[in-house]
């Protein structure tokens, strides 16, 4: 006789076949250790009695149950709160996510269950109001960035709306402490300074200099570039993939990040005296660091102040606007901005505001000033 126990809806059933004839049995017991040893033990006579098989399970159960030491019941029943398993938990919920901020996301809660162990706090039951604020405190000495501090405290936060879910918390005591935002500081490169640059530099890193302040791309979408994404008849660039500092490939920042932008002559011109091979090869061979590094001894080699390799990105939209081009496209179609609100947040004081007469037609209106009140007298 072949004999099966499964699950269906968090239910057991039983499944047998003998001599040619199959029986199911739905027993209405929950899924459990004790229970699946009760299907196994009772087997036959569920099949035959079902019903003076489970007027055995009270008694089986707490018999199985008193066989348990009071700590390893204890520690059964404590496991679901542990806050390290109810990580585990989210993350498997959060199968959809991409590779690198599913990785974000682990970090975020090994850095959580870091600061918990120190406090000896592994229960989420015992994360209190009090606790969120001393770790939101913790991550402000750590001199972290404002989103990153931000993004790490999201983390807790859906672990705890997870343990509220489930019944695990009657309440979720998370709260979002008030942080001042970090200035956005950046020291655009004017066109002189970009044209000495890209004058003094050779090789690989000038022929990344030359797209990167005449595109406004991203430091991982310029280095994400490869052979396929250009179009020389059309003038254009494909923005499909962002590289991270790790090397791996991964979508855009955002959706409008996705994004194709035009050609400048500068920039086909120097893509196409470069060596070409294979639509599916890197353009930029080195690494991030790589181009950091020599960005940097270049800085220094002609006396300028040290800035970030990004900041070529800004450099192109405050060259640009400075020069008249239009917001709409040096934001949004460029630099892959959302809506214009972003572009003129950071970049409004680059645009230049020209000296004019304002509404000078009104001084050609004709509103009778000149004819005599004929009500002067009356008053």
């Known amino acids: 006789m072949n004999k099966r126990i499964f699950t269906r809806g968090g239910r057991l059933y039983l499944d047998c076949q003998e001599n040619g004839t199959r029986k199911r049995v739905a027993t209405g017991l929950k899924d459990s250790a004790d229970n699946r040893y009760f299907c196994k033990k009772y087997f036959t006579l569920l099949l035959k009695d079902k019903e003076k098989a489970l007027s055995y399970h009270k008694d089986f159960v707490n018999a199985f149950f008193d066989k348990k030491t009071n700590k390893e019941r204890q520690s059964a ?7 390290e398993r109810l990580a585990k938990c989210v993350l498997s919920e959060k199968s959809e996510l991409k590779k690198f901020t599913r990785k974000h996301l682990e970090n975020a809660f090994s850095k959580l269950i870091d600061f918990c162990d120190k406090k000896g706090v592994n229960d ?5 109001r009090e606790l969120v604020g001393e770790y939101a405190n913790f991550l402000r000495a750590c001199e972290l960035k404002t989103n990153t501090r931000r993004n ?3 983390a807790l936060k859906a672990l705890l709306d997870f343990a509220l879910q489930n019944d695990f918390i009657a309440k979720n005591p998370f709260f979002m402490p008030k942080m001042r935002n970090d ?7 004017s066109l002189d300074e970009a044209q000495m640059l890209i004058k003094a530099a050779s090789g690989e890193l000038k022929s990344y200099l030359i797209v990167a302040f005449f595109t406004g791309a991203r430091t991982g979408e310029i280095l994400g570039l490869k052979w396929g994404d250009i179009d020389f008849e059309k003038d254009e660039i494909r923005i499909l993939r962002t590289k991270h500092p790790s090397g791996f490939c991964d979508s855009p920042k955002t959706r409008s990040s996705l994004r194709a932008i035009d050609m400048l002559a500068p920039v086909k011109c120097e893509l196409q005296g470069l060596k070409f091979s294979d639509d599916d090869e890197f353009i930029f061979k080195k690494s991030r660091a790589w181009f950091e590094g020599k960005f940097f001894e270049l800085l220094k080699s002609l006396n300028l102040e040290k800035r ?4 070529t990105r800004s450099s192109f939209a405050s060259i640009m606007l400075s020069k008249g081009e239009e917001p709409m496209w040096v934001g949004c179609k460029m630099m892959g901005h959302s809506n214009l609100n972003t572009t003129y947040k950071a970049y409004a004081k680059y645009i230049p505001k020209p000296i004019s007469t304002r509404a000078s037609f009104v001084n050609e209106l004709d509103l009778g000033v000149d004819e005599p009140n004929l009500f002067e007298n009356l008053a």
């Open 183 to 189: 200035e956005t500081k950046f020291e655009p490169f």
């Open 77 to 83: 029943k404590e496991l679901k709160f542990d806050i």
């Open 308 to 311: 970030r390799l990004y900041d």
């Open 152 to 154: 790490l405290l999201f």
């Open 124 to 128: 989420v039951r015992k994360i209190t």
